[in-house]
């Protein structure tokens, strides 16, 4: 995609230029929609939150500057975000633990447990969601994207707004909290 010309697009869009819209979409929606299929795993989802990015991206047009980063970057950050809170809705209205399924892609589980390993498994989850959920949002934040979604350090500094070495420090700090924590040395109440 040019930036040039979806700086030129998302400028047009802030004048409330429906065509430019128009336009945006036709550039940039295959390449968004495929991020937010790779965080959802669903087409109908993906397409949902699509669909509510570009509302997002029309109505806070006028707020991006080059100085935030490329324009796709820009607009791949809202639809991250995005997808990662139609995650976690889903999670909330499926009365599921919000880490269940990404509990289990940590742990490797095997396909045949026996009821020891499986009750093993049980607490450990118990005691990572607890962590977690103990952790300030940044920490918790960027330790989910870069090891349940892969994201690489520079896309965890994209997404989350920040420098790369800030986002390098909350994965050391929050590595260690974690660790700590799932050793039982501090019950999982650390907040910072």
Request: aromatic share 8%; proline share 2%.
């Amino acid at each position: 995609m040019d930036n040039e010309m979806l700086m030129n697009l998302i400028a047009r869009c802030a004048l409330r230029e429906q065509k430019a819209l128009e336009a945006l979409y036709q550039a940039a929606a295959a390449y968004l929609n495929g991020v937010a299929f790779r965080i959802l795993g669903s087409a109908d989802s993906s397409n949902d939150v699509l669909q509510e990015s570009f509302v997002q991206i029309w109505n806070n047009a006028s707020s991006y500057t080059p100085a935030q980063g490329n324009p796709t970057t820009w607009m791949t950050s809202i639809v991250r975000y995005r997808a990662i809170d139609k995650l976690r809705h889903e999670a909330r209205h499926q009365n599921r633990p919000h880490h269940e399924a990404e509990t289990e892609i940590l742990l490797n589980t095997p396909t045949e447990e026996t009821q020891e390993e499986i009750y093993s498994r049980f607490r450990l989850n118990a005691q990572l969601k607890k962590c977690l959920e103990s952790m300030n949002d940044k920490f918790k934040q960027s330790l989910e994207l870069a090891y349940l979604y892969g994201y690489s350090r520079e896309e965890l500094a994209d997404v989350l707004d920040t420098n790369i070495n800030t986002v390098k420090t909350w994965l050391k700090r929050g590595g260690a909290k974690l660790k700590v924590c799932m050793e039982g040395e501090n019950g999982g109440s650390n907040n910072d």
